[in-house]
């Protein structure tokens, strides 16, 4: 099945804003567990009325991250931290798939030039520990709800895959292959 056409400023036709609601709410209960959602976050989640999702990547407070390897167009991301950490991201980016996107967390941690035999290296590892903790997280339910994630993506692409190639008799593959198994088995 092919994608669909790309529409807007970078080929995200399929970005709703209902989708990136979603998202944002699955992350932020992840993220601040207590409910408690600092102010500087709350600013950044109010948008624009009337622009289209895809466009409203283009302007703050979106954030371009960079972009994919080999590709002219941008990763977008929004900086919404979590209860330990302001920097923590939500990354959009351009994907090959039904949805036009897939959905990221940055943990924004990697820091170049870290002095690991500085007294605080522990704690800067244990605050590494916990952003990818809650990483795996946001994105286990992003996926859980039917987002487009890579692990989605990737799954989706095995079980493509595993139906395109025959077994030596020539016959498809059994179904009891462990890539026809339920996406959350």
């Known amino acids: ?62 954030e371009r991250a960079g972009k994919m390897p080999g590709h002219h167009t941008p990763i977008y991301a929004l900086r919404l931290g979590n209860y330990r950490y302001p920097h923590m991201k939500l990354q959009i980016q351009p994907w090959e798939n039904d949805a036009g996107f897939m959905l990221s967390v940055n943990t924004h941690d990697q820091v170049a030039g870290l002095d690991v035999g500085a007294a605080d290296a522990q704690a800067f590892r244990e605050l590494q520990a916990e952003n990818q903790r809650l990483k795996e997280a946001i994105e286990q ?15 989706e692409y095995i079980r493509s895959q595993s139906r395109d190639v025959a077994d030596p008799s020539g016959q498809s593959p059994s179904a009891g292959d462990p890539t026809d198994r339920p996406p959350h088995a």
């Open 1 to 62: 099945m092919e994608p669909p056409p790309r529409s807007g400023p970078d080929g995200m036709g399929g970005l709703r804003f209902d989708l990136l609601r979603t998202a944002v709410a699955t992350y932020l209960k992840i993220a601040y567990p207590s409910g408690a959602i600092p102010e500087v976050v709350r600013r950044r989640l109010v948008w624009p009325e009337g622009l289209v999702a895809d466009s409203i990547l283009t302007k703050p407070p979106f």
């Open 141 to 155: 339910a992003w996926d859980d709800a039917g987002l487009p994630t890579f692990l989605r993506y990737l799954r």
